[in-house]
Every structure is written in C-alpha cells, then in structure tokens.
Antibody, heavy 118, light 107 residues
C-alpha cells in the first residue's frame, strides 16, 4: 500500500525550532515529488513548496520562501519541513502529499498539527 | 502568481441534486488543474487531475471539464457522502495555488 506517514502533533513556543517528517512507503520514494501544504485553522489549503527526493531539487512558494526549509533523506524515504524560529502564526495543520506524473497530489499524509503558543 | 477563484463559496443543496462548482484562473493554465475533496479533520482527496481525468477509485458521478482559464467540477446525483469542501488547484507552473474552496452543505 502506498502511503505517507507524518510525525506527530507538536506544541512549541515562539522562537523555537521544529522539524516535522513525512515517510513514504509502498513506492519508489525517489521518483515522485513531495509537496507540503498548510491549512490554518478554519481556512483553505496553501501550497508551500515541493521537493524531488531523487536529487533534492526544491521549489518554494514566494509566500514561504525564507520562512521554512524543505529537505529529504532518500536513504530513509523521508521528507522534512523545518522552521528555525517559529511564530504564533505558524499554528496550522501541515500535510505532505505525493505528486503524480500528470500533476495533482494523489497520496496525502495524515497531517501534522503544529501549535505555537507562549 | 496565478490566482484561482472558485464560485460559489458555499452551495446549499440536497441529496440527488446535480452540483456544479466553477474555478477560474487569472491566466491560462491549459488543462493543468486538479480538484480535491476535503472532509472535516481529514486530508484532502484527489478527485480529478488534468482538468477532466478521473482519479482511480473516484465515483463516476464526479466529472471535470474546462481548459484555459475556466473549469467546472460537476457532481451528478449528489450523495450524502459528498457533503464536503472542494478545492481546485493549478499546476501549470510554480508556485502552484489552490482556490479558496467551495463548501457543499445540506440545504
């Protein structure tokens, strides 16, 4: 079964760093792009960026460039989303998702809730 | 960036109805468009890719059409399981963007 499994919920304070993960299984991880999508409480979906685990080629949305870092470790089939200094406005659900060859995101992780509060 | 605008924002409808949701792009995206369904507390689910291709496992009452800047998601004979929020998303170029969502609710 093709699946993406994300790391668990996080509660952090402003200024702290955080890295969440997304582990792929059931398919060749290095052959499909992995995207990250944010959903703030009660709001819509926002595309943050995308990485190709085969060579770590990465593109960010301008809205998120410089705010987060997307990376991948192909040896363990895992993609990451990293913040160096969290803000309260980073409180949201974060999803990773796999891109299919003709576009669209066909397999989604279960989501990771990040809460940033003092 | 390409902006995606969905209409309506909310649709009040009944089981058995035919529903149409429109998505407009701020510039031509050919057919590089996907539609997703999201239920509360769940991850989105891909319904349609490349504007009109039905994702495997998605019921045939869902269909997509359009090209260029105007697209439509149609649900024929709405079922109880279809009450959810629907999003369009372009992937013509980076950055990809989503529409703001259309909530399909029970009248």
């Amino acid at each position: 079964e093709v699946q993406l499994v994300q790391s668990g919920a996080e509660v952090k304070k402003p200024g702290e760093s955080l890295k969440i993960s997304c582990k792929g299984s059931g398919y060749r991880f290095t052959s499909y792009w992995i995207a990250w999508v944010r959903q703030m409480p009660g709001k819509g979906l926002e595309w943050m960026g995308i990485i190709y685990p085969g060579d770590s080629d990465t593109t960010y949305s301008p809205s998120f460039q410089g705010q987060v870092t997307i990376s991948a470790d192909k040896s363990i089939s895992t993609a990451y989303l990293h913040w160096s200094s969290l803000k309260a406005s980073d409180t949201a659900m974060y999803y990773c998702a796999r891109r299919i060859n003709y576009g669209g995101l066909d397999v989604w992780g279960q989501g990771t809730t990040v809460t940033v509060s003092s | 960036d390409i902006q995606m605008t969905q209409s309506p924002s909310t649709l009040s409808t009944s089981v058995g109805d035919r529903v149409a949701i429109t998505c407009r792009a701020s510039q031509s995206i050919s057919t590089w468009l996907a539609w997703y369904q999201q239920k509360p507390g769940k991850a989105p689910r891909l319904l349609i890719y490349k504007a009109s291709s039905l994702q495997s496992g998605v019921p045939s009452r869902f269909s997509g059409s359009g090209s260029g800047t105007e697209f439509t998601l149609t649900i024929n004979s709405l079922q109880p399981d279809d009450f959810a929020t629907y999003y369009c998303q372009h992937y013509n170029n980076f950055p990809w963007t989503f529409g703001q969502g259309t909530k399909v609710e029970i009248k």
